[in-house]
């Protein structure tokens, strides 16, 4: 039988404290956070200056005019007015901004549908959407491009006729639009 000495033992560690254990657990956090948070910095100042140098192009805010509105009235009598199933417009629309727009939808409350057309030979054609240039103006009237109101119910004892212009940069713009003698803005 062979003896082995067995040497002293193993010097043992003592327990955390709780103190240490809460210390440990902030040094292993920011260790952690450390690396998304230098990630975060940097692209945030990748993305500036990307914006400062121009790469991201320039934002500038589409501006509509509406000068003129008018929906002159179907008839001189209410019989007149209830034989004519469409209503036009006259409408100047401004845009005073540097970047160009379009009209691409319209509605009232007084009419079951509103068409964008514009005139084609001796009859009309709707259109998804009708230009307005940067610094421009469109001028909508019953002998061009213009708004037509389908069925509307009777407006023309009313002073004015709500429509909502839907433009695809600057959005929705409501405006009143005078009811008029027939045929004129």
Partial sequence: MTAT???????TRPAPTRAELVRNLHRDLARGAIGPVICAVLLVALLSAWVAAGGAGTLSRVRIQVSLAAVPMRGFTPQGDAAIKTATTF?????????????????????RRVVLTT??????TAVASLAIP????????PFGADLVLQDPAPYESQGT??????FRGAGPVTVEATVTAPGTP
């Fill in 5 to 11: 000495a067995a040497g002293p033992p193993a010097p």
């Fill in 91 to 111: 409408l100047t629309i401004r845009n005073i901004s540097s970047t160009p727009d379009e009209l691409i939808a319209a509605r009232s409350p007084i009419a």
């Fill in 119 to 124: 005139r084609a030979g001796s009859g009309r």
């Fill in 134 to 141: 940067a610094h421009g103006t469109l001028t909508l009237s």
């Fill in 161 to 166: 006729v709500p429509l909502i212009l839907t």
